[in-house]
């Protein structure tokens, strides 16, 4: 990639995700084989890789997820805003809101100095009324991805007391944590870290946009094009990984941010079942069925796939068993190395040892 393409890329890294594919994963796919009207669909979408990698080569997509913080950060990656644009909405929610539900308990006060908790609890209320514009989406994004991070040295990226930044913390580890380190939470310029990141991630941004939906893709409802007439001719999709529940709980602090409660919600509502192999195995068969629907004759499915080593289950075997009779025909499974469970390694806030999980690259074509 030029120059230029690296830095319309930043804005992939807005947030980040759990399980997150690289973007040059679903990048170099569209970009050697998609044609220029090619619709893109992906049903587990996540932070909206897949999604991203189609604006950057010019192609519609829609991005669909069950969780509301996926589907926020998704959307903040299609939208078209200017940083100046981003600003005055960010400035005319810290004069203009008071807060009416600022969380109180230990933990919150901990890991948010009060000033700093005010403004961010302003914002969310804002835009929890109002989060229709392109300026609030990218908003939105900006602060779901500074919500919660390490101390840095110069001057603070992230709003919170030092915080691992892929997931959050559990209450009574983090303040276990911060009170035994004395790490007392910092007052913070929020709109200057505000800005900064608005520079980074929206100095640049393709045109195309592209549509991202909160649903739950084992509903047919939820993966009909915008318009009917579309029919979508790629899906480039990973699916949870078996055996990780722990997409919702996992984002607690972000999911709040978007609305969830000031509490660790361990629901798992709306997400495929891990119950036994079967079940889950016949949750995505009914993904790919409705992929498959909405699809053009000649459509293509690339399904990255993995599984945690210890779970007594090939994932091979699994991803094979949920494509029968689901409308698609498996052309090749590839084994795509390892990876480290939602980079883990990459946090200074570690609370257990990575495990690899072996990844799996699945193509197939529409039957
Ligand atoms: C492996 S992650 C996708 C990561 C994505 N490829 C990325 O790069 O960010 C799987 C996603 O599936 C979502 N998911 C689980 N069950 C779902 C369902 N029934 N409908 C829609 N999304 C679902 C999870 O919320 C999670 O975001």
């Known amino acids: 990639m030029g120059k230029l393409n690296e830095k319309l890329t930043l804005l992939n890294g807005i947030c980040p995700y759990f399980t997150m594919f690289p973007l040059d994963f679903p990048l170099n796919i569209l970009k050697r084989r998609a044609r220029k009207t090619d619709l893109v669909l992906d049903p587990f979408c996540g932070r909206g890789t897949t999604n991203f990698a189609a604006r950057l080569v010019g192609l519609n997509s829609l991005g669909v997820d069950s969780s509301p913080v996926a589907a926020a950060i998704t959307a903040s990656k299609l939208v078209t805003a200017t940083v100046d644009d981003i600003l005055r909405e960010a400035q005319l929610i810290l004069t203009e809101y008071r807060a009416n539900q600022i969380p109180t308990s230990e933990f919150w006060q901990w890991a948010y100095h009060p000033t700093v908790l005010d403004s961010l609890c302003r914002i969310r209320e804002a835009l929890l009324e109002d989060c229709s514009t392109a300026p609030r989406i990218a908003l939105r994004g900006i602060v779901m991805g500074a919500l919660h991070g390490p101390k840095q040295k110069t001057f603070p990226s992230y709003f919170s007391n030092q915080c691992p930044r892929t997931y959050a913390p559990k209450p009574a580890y983090a303040l276990r944590y911060w009170l035994d380190r004395e790490l007392l939470p910092e007052p913070m310029d929020v709109l200057a870290v505000i800005e900064r990141r608005a520079k980074r991630y929206y100095g640049m941004t393709p045109v195309i946009n592209g549509s991202v939906r909160l649903g739950d893709s084992r509903n047919e409802i939820s993966l009909q094009p915008d318009h009917p007439e579309n029919r979508f001719n790629w899906v480039i999709t990973s699916p949870p990984y078996y055996g990780m529940r722990t997409y919702i709980p996992d984002q607690w602090l972000r999911n709040w941010f978007v609305g969830g409660s000031d509490t660790v919600n361990y629901t798992n509502q709306g997400q495929v ?41 090939d994932p091979p075997v699994l991803i094979k068993s949920s494509l029968n009779e689901s409308g698609w025909r498996i052309h090749a499974i590839r ?10 390694q990459a946090d200074s806030f570690l609370r257990k ?15």
Not at 283 to 299: E, G, I, M, P, S
Not at 353 to 367: G, L, R
Request: hydrophobic content about 40%; overall charge positive.
């Open 273 to 313: 079942v891990h119950a036994s192999p079967k079940e889950f195995s016949d949750d995505l068969q009914q993904v790919w069925r409705n992929a498959a629907r909405v699809c053009a004759d000649d459509a293509k499915m690339v399904i990255r796939f993995g599984g945690i080593t210890d779970r007594l289950v």
């Open 335 to 344: 084994n795509a190395g390892t990876a480290l469970e939602g980079k883990r």
């Open 353 to 367: 040892k990575t495990k690899p999980i072996i990844e799996y690259d699945v193509w197939a074509t529409k039957q």
